[in-house]
């Protein structure tokens, strides 16, 4: 009986280790008889993983260039846009009536809505110039509008500019905020001076669809801009984006009924659209002269004989996408 034990313990212990699995079996009967197994080499680590945004094999893949803005023109208005209009500051405030003298002399009838101090509620009025009104003298196109400066005795200490937008012009001190003033009056003649509302509200989806293509102009040609510029140049091109959009704010907010005929918002767009383009050395024309478009061939031989160049304004306003 005792004999019978001893041989099946053996057994039924080896029977168990073996169904352990193969290798566990292995390695105990070469603990058991003393036998030093043989170590595989060791295998070499697996090579690290390729990023997942890097192919591991073919060609480079295709970036397309970035897209080149394309600059956009707008018709810069001419005097006649305001000559002989009732214009007033924000659409209620004060006179402004700019007559034609002679072919190419203006004169301003400007009365002004002040009051008779800073710490004063009691209104009073300022007339630039005597009877005949205050002469304009013509300072050409700087900013791409054309500007004049007011000359008048009242405005010694305060020089006012008027720049000529679409239906209102745009009045603003030569340098930084000032009031014109005399003994008994001071007045504030920055703003934009336009029609009154009741003539604006009746044209208010006119209104409406000129800012939208004007503030298109305005990014267009600031993307231009900004991709022409020098890298040290970009940021105060977006500094002066940003002023331009405040601006507008502060100067649109106390036009009369704004928000029901967006009158001063299109008109101020228009001139920021204006000024961008000749600062892109875009031709712009005036709403009376309009050459015709050059054709299909004719704009197609210009590009071969300079890729580079900038196309005039009546190409960019006139030519369709299909002629290139």
């Not at 002399?105 to 009691?122: F, M």
């Not at 970009?234 to 009158?263: G, I, M, N, W």
Request: hydrophobic content about 40%.
């Amino acid at each position: 009986m005792h004999a019978m034990t001893r041989i099946r313990l053996p057994v039924l212990f080896a029977a168990l280790v073996l169904a352990a699995g193969p290798a566990h079996a292995q390695g105990f009967f070469e603990r058991l008889f003393g036998i030093t197994p043989d170590r595989p080499a060791p295998s070499a680590p697996p090579a690290p993983a390729a990023p997942a945004d890097t192919p591991a094999e073919g060609p480079p893949r295709y970036v397309p260039p970035p897209v080149q803005a394309r600059p956009v023109a707008l018709r810069v208005p001419v005097e006649d846009a305001v000559i002989g209009r009732e214009l007033k500051k924000n659409g209620s405030g004060g006179s402004l009536r700019i007559e034609r003298t002679g072919r190419s002399d203006l004169r301003a009838r400007l009365t002004l809505a002040g009051r008779k101090s800073a710490a004063s509620v009691e209104s009073c009025t300022i007339t630039l110039g005597d009877a005949s009104g205050v002469a304009l003298t013509p300072e050409g196109r700087p900013d791409g509008l054309q500007r004049y400066a007011v000359e008048d005795a009242a405005t010694t200490t305060c020089p006012l500019q008027i720049e000529v937008l679409d239906e209102a012009v745009l009045i603003k001190p030569k340098s930084g905020s000032c009031l014109v003033q005399t003994p008994s009056c001071q007045a504030d003649a920055a703003g934009l001076w336009g029609p009154e509302p009741s003539q604006l509200i009746p044209r208010a989806r006119d209104y409406e669809a000129a800012r939208g293509v004007a503030d298109k102009a305005v990014r267009d040609n600031y993307k231009a801009l900004v991709q022409r510029a020098r890298p040290e140049a970009v940021r105060p091109l977006v500094s002066e984006q940003a002023s331009f959009s405040s601006d507008r704010e502060v100067l649109c907010r106390t036009y009369a009924k704004e928000a029901a005929h967006s009158f001063c918002n299109a008109r101020y767009s228009e001139g920021r659209a204006i000024s961008l383009a000749q600062r892109l050395g875009v031709t712009v024309a005036s709403n009376l002269a309009s050459p015709p478009a050059p054709t299909a061939t004719e704009y197609r031989v210009r590009r071969r004989a300079d890729p580079y160049s900038l196309p005039a304004t009546d190409e960019i306003v006139q030519s369709s996408p299909l002629d290139e």
